[in-house]
């Protein structure tokens, strides 16, 4: 019997790839306009769809000029509710836990503004889009509800993806009593919108009953099986292609109904058709960050104690499906304390359904948690970074589980070092820089959750010495294509160079979600579990070949390395890949891996990424105008697989933040319901001179227990913490708490 | 009627044949000459990512008509890389890792290239901050570009410096 390579179940030592600050692999491709998006596919015969978006946000279409707008020259087709052909799943059915409900053009209903009610597809992009303005629909209107004082209210059996509403942990009442402080904090967050800067965008194509589509996919295996349904074509029959995401950010992680209606329609003309949202079309049917009412209750005790937090949170949904902020989970597992009660309600409103953006929940409820946290410190007399020391969690509060690392501390600081917040006056008001603008300094804790999915991986190593490594992952801006290279390199011992990375297309083992920044854990376990078991069989091959020094290598074990096998206990004892497979006349030989959590870990242990954001803000006495001058972040977060990415993921997080701190605002009208700010003249993200001072710093952590490499994801925890540190850097500007984000400089006036 | 213009585009002349004055000099590049290399994230004039260069200048191209710029010297991100060489602006754009998603890069290194030559930011961050303010980048890559921005001008002058 063979004897096979042992590779450690616990703790995987990687390679010479991993943890080097590579360049991106996709650089020059990025810079010469050479890399492609789905937008940027031009098919022979191609047509461009457009499709009619409801100005109204409630009611039903009661008529559309389909005469006028087939009359317009160029126009092919107009597809409305009368004439769309059935699909074979019903849009309004959700199939998974993964799906939301969509507008397919299923009914003359309008649900929110923005709804698709018509598509127009005509030879040219002109022609679609002035055939879909000649529609000029009429309606029977219904009032729109907007806000939360308009719809209707309810109890949500879960919140975000399949979480618990509610968390009861001891006795809120005796925290309450215990407390020598008591501080409640009203919070408002508004509705955001992901706004990547590549809108969505598909083409699609048919042979027969075969469909090819490029469209950017956060989550390629599950979209692809869900296109399929709606067609009634085995998932096979899809080729979903994703080689760029122009941002995502959550977005394209959902099926939306443009891009069935954009399937639908190359079906009906039997002609690839591209459809591509215009900037206010994103302001709909593709999803948001629902907007939040939040209230914390918090009890200090004389020694600055929590004695009790208390959070409800109220999140926005749409009037047809419930995906609702999270927001209230947030006070779970970052502050020591003996009661804790979290609680949330929904509210229906007339707009589409929110869905996952970028730290759903944990963004709106750490912006609110960390202004309550600074005002408790505030009571308590204690410096804000100390109060957070001082109610550091040992173990996860919620679960009293063991964190599977956590150095929170170093992070503590080292930030503080880096940003030199020693001799920080208390007050506020206190601070004033060479112009005269008030100055103001801020903290923000940081925590974000370490989920893993599914994926499955393909490694091969060829006779040459090169590698290649197959995986359905996502390149939508974290680096996927350059930082799992380097794990995919390091699993097959050969340096990066020698790879050959495919990924981004539903024709390779599945790379599951690229979300919940677990997708570098995921795949990238996955990856090096595919690597290592085609090592596992180069090694039984090089061992039981009497020619090979590694003969009888057996349980001493052998290692990868450098393009070579080594023996574990003899290093100087080596071969080329090369030599042994041109022994073994084979031209390759083939690894497969999957990743996902180890169960038991999942159960004994909390598993978090950590950090802390300090910002300065200066504030102009008179205008009460706001600038971030500073953000400084640590972060913990597992193994770093490259700390140059790391740190532009880490960065771009805490920018996010600045931009839910002082900029986006996603504004319906509560008359009419329409969004009336759906373009980025209106809806403000964060400028280059809006953050001229941005800083990540790394603390290194040795995690055992998150998964098999220690990845734990740093791709949204940088928004927690920097929302709160800058309000309450504004605070120790101005002396005024703000209760609404965006803080708008009449919060400030007083 | 159809509408006639020539545009030289990265050197290359092209005679356009529109049916009417409508498609815009992004369109008319995207769609009909190929050159997707230059993005759309807006269409009004608000992102910056769909930047070219018309006669050395500039411009956002989803706000100008193909028709206006009838006869122009036109540059994209195509045309920028010489001879197989990156221009210094790319080299620093990837040296400084000044993107992530690559969706605002194409129009942010335009912008680059038209800011250096305008000669207004030299090596000043805070002015080429605020020069490269009218390109988002919504993964917010600023911290890069700032830099990358500052390192080609470096890169550019020493250039100029050599060959003078």
Redesign the interface.
């Known amino acids: 019997m063979a004897e096979t390579l042992e590779f450690p179940t616990g703790h995987v030592r990687l390679g010479s790839n991993a943890g080097q600050p590579l360049?991106?692999r996709?650089?020059?491709?990025?810079?010469?306009?050479?890399?492609?998006?789905a937008?940027?596919n031009?098919p022979a015969g191609l047509l461009h769809a457009v499709y009619a978006v409801s100005a109204i946000a409630r009611g039903r279409v009661t008529f559309l000029d389909v005469a006028a707008a087939k009359a317009h020259?160029?126009v092919v087709e107009v597809i409305t509710p009368a004439n769309r052909p059935p699909l074979a799943r019903n849009p309004d059915e959700k199939a998974h836990g993964f799906s939301w409900r969509i507008e397919a053009l299923q009914n003359d209903g309008v649900r929110y503004a923005g709804q698709p009610i018509a598509v127009v597809v005509a030879e040219?992009?002109?022609a679609a889009n002035?055939g879909a303005r000649l529609l000029a629909p009429r309606y029977e209107v219904e009032p729109a509800r907007i806000g939360h004082d308009r719809g209707e209210v309810f109890d949500p059996p879960v919140v975000g993806v399949g979480a618990e509403p509610n968390l009861t942990k001891g006795d809120a009442e005796v925290g309450h009593r215990a407390a020598a402080h008591h501080v409640d904090v009203d919070i408002e967050t508004p509705l955001h919108y992901h706004?990547?800067?590549?809108?969505h965008a598909i083409v699609a194509e048919w042979h027969g009953d075969r469909l090819t589509l490029d469209v950017p996919n956060q989550a390629i295996a599950i979209a692809r099986s869900d296109f399929a349904g709606f067609f009634g074509v085995p998932a096979e029959n899809v080729e979903l292609r994703s080689p760029?995401?122009?941002?995502?950010?959550g977005s394209k992680a959902i099926l939306n109904g443009p891009q069935v209606l954009c399937i639908l329609a190359a079906r009906m003309t039997n002609r690839p058709v591209k459809l591509?949202l215009?900037?206010d079309q994103m302001f709909g049917p593709v999803g948001h960050r629902g907007g939040t009412r939040q209230r914390l209750s918090l009890g200090v005790d004389e020694g600055g104690h929590l004695t009790v937090i208390e959070h409800h949170a109220q999140s926005t949904t749409s009037s047809f499906d419930d995906f609702l902020e999270p927001a209230a989970n947030a006070s779970h597992n970052l502050y020591a304390s003996p009661a804790i009660l979290t609680r949330h309600t929904g509210v229906r409103i007339d707009t589409g359904t929110p869905g996952p953006m970028r730290a759903p929940g944990e963004a709106s409820g750490s912006a609110a948690l960390e202004c309550a946290m600074d005002e408790a410190a505030e009571a308590a007399g204690l410096d804000p970074l100390e109060f957070r020391m001082r109610n550091y969690a040992e173990t996860d509060p919620a679960t009293g589980r063991p964190f599977s690392s956590k150095a929170l501390r170093q992070c503590y600081a080292e930030g503080a070092k880096q940003f030199g917040w020693a001799g920080r006056p208390l007050a506020p008001r206190q601070m004033r820089d060479e112009a005269g603008h008030l100055v103001g300094w801020g903290v923000g804790s940081s925590l974000f959750p370490n989920p893993m999915f599914q994926a499955e991986a393909r490694a091969v190593l060829r006779a040459d010495g090169t590698g290649l490594v197959e995986i359905s992952a996502v390149e939508?801006?974290?680096?996927a294509l350059t930082a799992l290279a380097q794990i995919a390199a390091d699993g097959l011992g050969i340096d990066v160079d020698k790879l050959e990375f495919r990924a981004g297309s539903s024709e390779l083992p599945d790379g599951g979600i690229a979300g919940g920044s677990g997708h570098t854990a995921t795949a990238g376990n996955a990856i090096f579990a595919a690597g290592s078991d085609a090592m596992g069989r180069l090694a039984d091959i090089a061992t039981q070949d009497p020619a090979s020094p590694l003969f009888g290598a057996g349980n001493a074990g052998v290692v990868a390395r450098g393009g070579r096998l080594h023996r574990a206990d003899d290093e100087s004892r080596s071969e080329p890949y090369t030599a042994i497979l041109d022994r073994a006349g084979l031209d390759h030989v083939e690894g497969h891996g999957s990743g996902a959590r180890n169960p038991a870990d999942a159960e004994d242990y909390a598993m978090f990424s950590h950090g802390v954001v300090f910002a300065e803000v200066k504030v102009d006495p008179e205008l009460y105008q706001v600038r971030v001058s500073r953000l400084v972040g640590a972060f913990a977060a597992g193994r770093i697989i490259n700390p140059?990415?790391a740190k532009?993921?880490l960065?771009?997080g805490m920018?996010?933040g600045l931009?839910f701190a002082l900029h986006e605002e996603g504004v319906h009208d509560p008359r009419t319901g329409r969004p009336m700010n759906a373009?980025?003249?209106g809806y403000h993200?964060?400028?280059?001179?809006?953050?001229?001072s941005?800083?990540a710093f790394l603390v290194e952590e040795d995690d055992r227990h998150v998964n098999a490499l220690g990845i734990k994801g740093v791709g949204e925890i940088g928004i927690t913490g920097s929302v709160g540190a800058i309000a309450n850097a504004v605070w120790h500007a101005t002396g005024v708490r703000v209760h609404r984000f965006p803080i708008h400089i009449e919060a400030l006036l007083r | 009627m159809t509408l006639s213009l020539s545009l030289t585009v990265n050197g290359d002349r092209h005679e356009v044949h529109l049916e009417d004055a409508r498609p815009t000099l992004l369109d008319v590049l995207r769609e009909r000459l190929g050159l997707v290399g230059t993005k759309k994230g807006c269409d009004r004039g608000q992102c910056g990512a769909c930047t070219v260069l018309v006669d050395g200048r500039r411009i956002n191209s989803c706000l100008t008509l193909a028709m206006s710029v009838d006869g122009a010297e036109i540059t994209t991100i195509e045309g920028v890389a010489r001879n197989g060489a990156m221009h210094p602006v790319q080299a620093a754009f990837i040296d400084n890792d000044a993107f992530q998603c690559g969706y605002c890069t194409p129009g942010q290194i335009m912008s680059a290239i038209g800011l250096i030559a305008e000669g207004e930011a030299g090596g000043d961050p805070e002015r080429i901050r605020e020069g490269m303010s009218g390109n988002l980048c919504r993964c917010a890559a600023y911290p890069g570009i700032t830099e990358a921005v500052r390192d080609a001008t470096e890169r550019l002058s020493q250039n100029q410096r050599k060959s003078a």
């Open positions: 360049t991106r996709d650089g020059m491709l990025k810079v010469t306009g050479a890399a492609t998006y937008a940027d031009r020259p160029g040219t992009l002109e002035e706004n990547a800067l590549e809108p760029f995401i122009g941002g995502g950010f591509v215009r900037r939508m801006g974290q680096g140059r990415l532009s993921q960065t771009g920018i996010w931009g373009d980025f003249a993200v964060p400028v280059n001179a809006d953050a001229p941005v800083e």
